[in-house]
């Protein structure tokens, strides 16, 4: 039985600034954030989008009335949830009206849980074969105003089904995995900011992948040229390109400018909307699905999947057959095309704007926000939300 992605879809925040913008701000050259790091535009989230809000818009783009119904486990990886019981999970149970006989949890390890969401859905699914599970990937990416890793933040949410015999990639069943203790990123329970010694994370990522990709080619005796591209989680978009250029080093001509070229078209959306955390991965894979012009059913694709502290997973997914007739890429351009640019200060601004901490209640003002779930505020330390399209 082939198990897999069945549907998969993504949401940004209707706000971006050009990090062009934001180099001539901070007094750098702009080739520095485009060319050096990789990036254009960083999505900036209102006050009123939170991880749960952006999961809900996600989900709600791919979801029929039939999936929620055969949906019966939900999982909600993240790393920026919003109460440290509750899952957030229960909150899209209820705003998607999900089949209430259904398993809800929330799982967290740095950017990598989104993939621990997928393994742990395949073996559900091939318990349980008539099935599905929601897999959902979502996160605000925050560092603080005028520091290192300003540059790398953004906000986003995917979503993604998980079924038999699934109508977008069969997941194979075979991938290596790695734990390594390592304080390369983290942000304690008492700051709003995360914590990360630069240098030392790309060379746990780097690390990471070469180790993993040798480890997986010993198990299967696969090569690169068995992989028709080979996908990154991407913090920026630089980072995953160094790793891949290190693996290419003595690959022949072909491999090389296919792999080179494949990941090229896999990066767009990330640069696009900045690092989404745990959604990162499963963002490249979709703009590689979206955008590419020579992508065939049976192609075979490598996942890099990295999560700080460290524990990383090298798996792959084989394309299926009319796969472009089940991807959402008209409505993701036109949500991309419609968002907003802001300046510099207005970013600054709302990024400032932050939702009180520790009062009883209040009220977010949702007017400007044009997106279908927003966060509406606190009523008696109980987080509120509305379906206002």
Request: aromatic share 10%; proline share 3%.
């Amino acid at each position: 039985m082939k198990i897999g992605i069945d549907k998969i879809g993504f949401f940004a925040p209707h706000m971006y600034v050009e990090t062009s913008d934001l180099a001539v701000a901070r007094g750098v050259e702009p080739e520095k954030f485009t060319i050096g790091i990789g990036q254009e535009r960083m999505a900036v989230a209102p006050k009123s989008q939170d991880a749960v809000s952006l999961a809900a818009n996600a989900a709600q783009t791919i979801l029929t009335d039939e999936d929620k119904q055969a949906i019966d486990y939900i999982i909600f990886a993240t790393e920026t949830g919003v109460d440290h019981s509750k899952a957030a999970s229960t909150y899209i149970h209820d705003l998607l009206g999900i089949n209430p006989y259904a398993r809800a949890v929330e799982v967290k390890q740095a950017c990598y849980s989104a993939t621990a969401g997928l393994q742990t859905a395949r073996g559900h699914i091939a318990l349980n074969p008539d099935s599905k599970v929601l897999v959902l990937g979502s996160d605000i990416s925050r560092y603080g105003l005028n520091t290192a890793g300003e540059i790398t933040q953004g906000a986003g949410a995917v979503a993604f089904v998980v079924a038999k015999d699934p109508r977008v990639m069969a997941i194979e069943p075979t991938s290596v995995y790695k734990t390594e203790e390592a304080m390369d990123f983290w942000r304690p329970l008492y700051s709003e900011t995360a914590f990360v010694q630069g240098k030392f994370s790309v060379d746990q990522y780097i690390n990471f992948f070469d180790d993993l990709l040798q480890r997986y080619q010993e198990k299967t005796g696969l090569h690169l040229s068995d992989f028709h591209a080979l996908l990154f989680h991407l913090p920026y978009t630089k980072m995953g390109l160094k790793a891949l250029r290190a693996a290419v080093e003595d690959a022949n001509e072909a491999d090389r400018e296919r792999l080179l070229n494949n990941f090229n078209i896999s990066k767009h959306y990330n640069a696009i909307v900045g690092n989404i955390y745990t959604g990162s991965l499963y963002l490249s894979l979709l703009s590689l699905i979206e955008n590419s012009q020579t992508l065939q059913a049976g192609d075979r694709i490598g996942l890099f999947s990295y999560g700080s502290g460290s524990v990383g997973e090298f798996f792959t997914g084989v394309m299926v057959t009319g796969f472009q007739d089940h991807l959402n890429t008209a409505t993701h351009e036109t949500m991309l095309k419609n968002r907003q640019a802001i300046s510099v200060a207005d970013y600054e601004a709302i990024f400032n704007d932050k939702a009180p901490v520790g009062q009883v209640s209040f009220e977010i003002d949702t007017t400007t926000d044009p997106a279908p779930f927003v966060f509406t505020g606190v009523k008696d330390h109980m987080r509120q939300y509305k379906h206002q399209a």
